[in-house]
């Protein structure tokens, strides 16, 4: 079974530092674009970052500056290093990774259970 779990969510104080990782598993042929998004109580998901194979990166502007996403290809994860945290990036936080299970096969969006990150003091 497909599955990506994620790690490293947490509580921290404003101006701090937290580093999530996902990592996907199970039977996959290719793994195409992967990235972070996030749910705050009440909003729509929103992009964090993403990232291609190739290693080209998009963020959002509200984390430009702060967060940086990267990815290991040979062990299929990517990883979130998030910086100068504010309140206002409180949020759950999901892995995405658009997936290929088998050659020939349509790639497919898969998604983390979510972690939860609470900047506050």
């Known amino acids: 079974q497909v599955q990506l779990v994620e790690s490293g969510g947490g509580l921290v104080q404003p101006g701090g530092s937290l580093r999530l990782s996902c990592a996907a598993s199970?039977?996959?042929?290719?793994?195409?674009?992967m990235g972070w998004y996030r749910q705050a109580l009440g909003k729509q998901r929103e992009l964090v970052a993403t990232?291609?194979?190739?290693?080209?990166?998009n963020y959002a502007d509200s984390v430009k500056g702060r967060f940086t996403i990267s990815r290991d290809n040979a062990k299929n994860t990517v990883t979130l290093q998030m910086n100068g945290l504010k309140p206002d990036d409180t949020a759950v936080y999901y892995c995405?990774?658009?997936?290929?299970?088998?050659?020939?096969?349509?790639?497919?969006?898969?998604w983390g259970q979510g972690t939860q990150v609470t900047v506050s003091s």
């Open positions: 199970g039977s996959i042929f290719s793994v195409g674009v």
């Open positions: 995405n990774a658009d997936l290929q299970l088998r050659l020939h096969s349509a790639r497919n969006d898969y």
């Open positions: 990232i291609t194979s190739g290693g080209s990166t």
